[in-house]
């Protein structure tokens, strides 16, 4: 059969619209020029209220991880204790990180599907007697499909720990509500290949004034991760300090133009409208989600269908109907798939993603469940327009 198309569902990376690709095939700029001095101040301005900040966005030439490093080696300096919230793959990475710059890391391990309970944290900080320079928190864990109560758990932060509140909201940015100073986040951090519909390749760090103050009087050694060079290059010139992804960034401007055109309102009701098609048809044809509907992510669907099926049903998705979903991570390897639903994506995605299931289901075990799948979502659709 003919399918000359491949369909993108991962957490990451996601599909590009072709407006974007075309922005990031304009002729190159001088990094020094006052072409790009434009360029970059109107992207990190017009970031702004995508990640709720009240200063332009800075950007760095990194994956999502390095933004997470950067966001570690400007705070941390050696011996000092953080609070990590560990509720899946990535926040386990983020203790990594800040173990790796010498910090004492204590870990409040969730069970993997849970949310951080900010009843959890309250009484974790409490049992601590130790001077925490930093709790850092997974927005949406993309191991496990899980939004965590970010504003909560920074109004505990500040009232019991008095420390700094770090996010990782990489895989969620571009796609869910925020507001820094209202939710005491001092820094927040995300990448291009998420819901922000570019390819890999940019790091997003945004900073209030309490972060800077913490970062410029830092005494780990860094370099290129810098952030008073980046912050200096910004102020001065409207530049960075060291050769940038011009072209990434030429594509960063036109998904915020997009995001302006659709209302930031309108896109994270889009990614809510995604989440619910899809665990409604997910519920319609007995595939079991990993996570509860009141903790999940309006970016990422888990599924745990059960009897081994996880990497079959996977498989047959790519190399019989040209469709790519991740599987799962660490200790959920081949227990459960992901599905993707954020950035560029529309409701006729969804119904895509679940036909092809029903198919799969059909193929694999003989299930009759054509057209359940799609029922679901469909009315799921319609009670939103």
């Known amino acids: 059969m003919l399918l000359n198309q491949q369909f993108l569902f991962t957490p990451g990376p996601t599909p590009i619209p072709e407006r974007v690709q075309l922005a990031m095939n304009q002729p190159m700029i001088g ?53 990590v919230i560990v509720t899946g793959a990535f926040g ?24 951080c309970e900010p009843e959890q944290l309250e009484d974790f900080l409490n049992s601590l007697d130790y001077d925490i320079k930093a709790v850092f928190a997974t927005y949406c864990e993309t191991s496990t499909g899980v939004i965590n ?10 009232r019991i720990a008095h420390s700094l509140f770090i996010v990782d909201g990489v895989s969620c940015i ?25 390819p890999p390749g940019l790091a997003f760090i945004a900073l209030n004034e309490n972060a ?11 370099f290129y991760l810098d952030l008073n060079r980046y912050l200096a290059s910004y102020e001065n010139d409207k530049s960075t300090p060291f050769t940038p992804a011009v072209s990434l960034i030429s594509g960063a401007l036109e998904v915020c133009h997009m995001i302006e055109e ?8 889009r990614h809510q409208l995604l989440k619910r098609m899809m665990r409604e048809g997910l519920k319609a044809i007995e595939l079991l989600t990993f996570v509860a ?9 888990a599924v745990c269908p059960g009897n081994d099926m996880a990497n079959p049903i996977k498989k047959l998705l790519q190399e019989k109907y040209s469709i790519t979903i991740a599987g799962g991570q660490k200790q959920l390897k081949g227990q459960i798939f992901r599905i993707g639903h ?22 694999l075990d003989g299930r009759n469940v054509f057209g359940k799948a799609i029922k679901a979502a469909e009315e799921a659709w319609k009670q939103y327009v």
């Open 31 to 83: 990094h020094r020029s006052q072409a790009f001095s434009h360029l970059l101040e109107d992207v990190s301005q017009k970031l702004m209220p995508i990640f709720g900040s009240k200063d332009p966005v800075l950007l760095l030439t990194g994956s999502g991880t390095s933004a997470l490093e950067t966001a570690a080696a400007n705070v941390i300096e050696e011996n000092d204790h953080v609070v």
């Open 92 to 115: 386990d990475r983020f203790a990594n990180i800040c173990e790796a710059f010498g910090a004492n890391v204590h870990r409040l391990t969730i069970e993997w599907g849970k949310i």
């Open 149 to 158: 109560p970010i504003k909560e758990l920074g109004e505990i932060t500040k």
């Open 174 to 198: 571009g796609a869910v509500a925020v507001d820094m100073e209202s939710w005491n986040i001092d820094i927040l951090v995300s990448g291009s290949q998420k819901a922000l519909m570019l």
């Open 212 to 222: 800077k103050r913490v970062i410029q009087s830092c005494n780990t050694k860094r």
């Open 262 to 269: 659709e209302g930031l309102e309108q896109v994270i009701s």
């Open 293 to 301: 509907d009141e903790y999940a992510s309006p970016t990422v669907t």
């Open 342 to 363: 954020m950035g560029y994506c529309t409701p006729f995605d969804i119904l895509k993603v679940l036909s092809a299931l029903e198919m799969s289901l059909h193929d």
